[in-house]
């Protein structure tokens, strides 16, 4: 549900530590549903077409959100946490870290797209199949 990075994290801790002193700040860059991250996914090419399994169903209605609600009776604590927090909008405000420190969070496209390089280059993810290997198969 919501974004950060971890690098705009660190620059907040550095920056607080040398701010004003007795200050608690939020850092937290946005609001991101699951259906975006999935739609972004598929519009990187994470796709079955391409061998990637990502969500069918959009859960985000109220038939979604009764489903997890009876689901969560499964899930012991943590269902206990989802059950808080179905029908609730996040409301967070990060206006003071940004006015305070200067902080300007990464776009979180931009760290969706870099946390998939770094898998991929790590071997945590198989990588896209690329054009070249595909045109050559058919």
């Excluded at 530590?17 to 937290?28: A, E, F, K, S, V």
């Excluded at 079955?48 to 209605?61: E, V």
């Excluded at 946490?81 to 931009?110: A, C, H, T, V, Y």
Aim: with cysteine.
């Amino acid at each position: 549900r919501f974004e950060w990075d971890v690098r705009d994290v660190a620059v907040a801790h550095v920056k607080a530590m040398t701010g004003p002193p007795g200050q608690r700040y939020l850092c937290h860059s946005e609001d991101v549903k699951i259906k975006d991250y999935v739609a972004f996914l598929k519009e990187l090419g994470y796709t079955p077409a391409n061998g990637f399994k990502t969500p069918r169903l959009d859960l985000s209605g109220t038939v979604g959100t009764y489903l997890m609600w009876l689901v969560s009776f499964t899930m012991g604590m943590f269902g206990a946490m989802i059950r808080l927090e179905l029908g609730n909008p996040l409301l967070l405000d990060n206006s003071k870290i940004q006015r305070d420190l200067g902080i300007e969070f990464r776009p979180w496209k931009e760290t969706v797209r870099e946390t998939i390089d770094d898998l991929t280059e790590k071997k945590f993810m198989r990588p896209l199949p690329s054009k070249e290997n595909t045109a050559d198969e058919k």
